[in-house]
């Protein structure tokens, strides 16, 4: 495997591309947006380096727990003791040029809002919550919310009511998404100390909070239906409610097979379809 690639593996890209793609959704559903391509640029850019910054310091913090999990083994290839300060100053870099970049040439508003997802995932998730509370993934899961904030002031310089619930869509879809990944890595996370809820209270309790978190998320993408200011396009509510009743039936079958991993892997991989489908219906809809 290629250094770069190698390196991409720690500023954890598909996070990434979850977060620009998050931001670029609520960017076009500000009211002006096609006029400003070269801000669209930037608000990427700026969010990337963000990110990709986050990720890179929660690899550094978490460099004694990632040697134990195999999830995780592979990254001590790039990141360890001989380059560890290497990677720190390039991370250092990046979260300054973004912040930077983004306060000169979009306007403050922004840069706040992705300094706050940066600020929120380093120290919120990964140094105050991760090794604490089996509620880690369900509080620092706001820092997933923030690109929406981000997107919409890049061009408006203001928070809106769309924003506001793209952002708490992200906060609601996290422990789903996460508490299903984290089922088929329990014994990791029992070996390294760390309190993700199915390695504090089991498999099945596990799922039950999945369901009751996905249930809660269901009703709330369907607030649009009931808040006429919260505009998405009108293709967002039909795709929302079928997407809603596969994402429940996915959830809900481990249930109903002996809670087999391979069942909860179907769900991990399926709410990322969920989310995924949900944006790209709002990004796509302007155009048809």
Do not use: C
Request: charged share 10%; net charge positive.
């Amino acid at each position: 495997m290629s250094k770069l690639a190698n390196f991409m593996k720690i500023t954890k890209l598909e996070i990434t591309i979850l977060i620009d793609l998050v931001a670029v959704t609520a960017f076009i559903l500000a009211p002006g947006s096609f006029s400003h391509p070269m801000l669209l640029f930037l608000l990427i850019l700026t969010g990337t380096l963000g990110s990709m910054s986050a990720s890179m310091f929660n690899n550094i913090y978490d460099m004694d727990i990632d040697t134990k999990m195999k999830r995780t083994r592979s990254r001590s290839g790039t990141l360890n003791e001989n380059t560890r300060n290497y990677i720190f100053s390039i991370a250092l870099i990046m979260i300054i040029v973004s912040f930077a970049v983004s306060s000169l040439f979009i306007n403050l508003l922004t840069a706040l809002f992705i300094f706050g997802g940066f600020l929120s995932y380093v120290f919120l998730y990964t140094v105050f919550l991760k090794r604490r509370t089996s509620l880690n993934i369900v509080i620092g899961g706001i820092a997933g919310g923030f690109p929406a904030l981000a997107g919409w002031a890049a061009l408006t310089n203001s928070v809106s009511l769309t924003s506001l619930f793209l952002a708490f869509l992200v906060f609601m879809w996290t422990p789903t998404h996460f508490w299903n990944l984290s089922i088929n890595n329990v014994d990791d996370y029992k070996s390294s100390k760390v309190p993700m809820l199915p390695a504090m209270v089991g498999v099945k309790k596990t799922e039950f909070w999945i369901i009751v978190n996905t249930v809660i998320l269901v009703f709330y993408s369907l607030i649009p239906f009931l808040v006429p200011a919260i505009k998405l396009g009108l293709a967002y509510l039909p795709i929302a409610v079928i997407m809603d009743a596969i994402l429940l039936y996915y959830v809900a079958r481990p249930a109903f097979k002996q809670y087999n991993k391979k069942y909860f892997r179907s769900a991990f991989g399926f709410s990322n379809m969920y989310l995924l489908i949900l944006l790209l219906v709002i990004i796509i809809y302007p155009f048809i």
